[in-house]
């Protein structure tokens, strides 16, 4: 026979996936509908912002497949409830908030050094240019270059091709 274990949640509580509380974002609500073993069901609640939770009132037609499918199982690990939420919420935005901030005081030192680095790849297509190449036929030699840009987050969609 197994235990009667005491859940933290119960049917009818709002509730917050672990995963969906980022800072300065919005994230979804659900509401517990069953519990089964150790498994909770949940459907879609509403919206919550810095604390404030939005239901929203549209429903699915019973026979639609998204009503089949509106209904997701979670552990109780994976959960928070709406005040533990917004408490992460705001631990996140305090960190953010810092990094930013940090982020801020080296910015000019970071200018510098692209700034350098710009000169340099300035240099190397000049050299090119003297002998009528360009850097479309350097890309062996341009891969490192590409790659470091790449690795940090510059989107080659965003280069002139």
């Known amino acids: 026979m197994k235990a009667n274990i005491k859940m933290k949640f119960s049917i009818g509580q709002l ?8 800072p300065h974002t919005s994230y979804n609500v659900q509401q517990v509908v069953a519990i089964l073993n150790d498994v909770l069901l949940l459907e879609h609640y509403g919206i919550a912002y810095d604390g404030e939770v939005s239901k929203e ?8 497949r998204g009503w089949r499918e509106g209904l997701q199982r979670y552990q ?18 305090g960190v953010k908030t810092k ?9 000019l030192q970071l200018k510098a050094k692209l700034d350098q680095a ?12 003297l002998h009528d190449k360009s850097f479309y036929d350097l890309k062996e030699e341009c891969m490192s270059l590409y790659g470091a840009l790449n690795m940090n987050g510059w989107s080659h969609s965003s280069m002139q091709c």
């Not at 509730?15 to 980022?22: G, P």
């Not at 790849?121 to 090119?128: C, I, P, S």
């Open 15 to 22: 509730v917050v996936e672990k995963e969906m509380v980022q």
């Open 57 to 64: 009132d549209w429903l699915y037609d019973i026979r639609s």
């Open 76 to 93: 109780e690990g994976e959960l928070y409830t709406l005040e533990e939420a917004f408490n992460q919420l705001r631990n996140l935005e």
């Open 99 to 107: 990094i930013n901030q940090e982020f801020e005081a080296i910015r």
């Open 118 to 129: 710009a000169v340099l790849v300035q240099e190397a297509g000049t050299m090119a240019h």
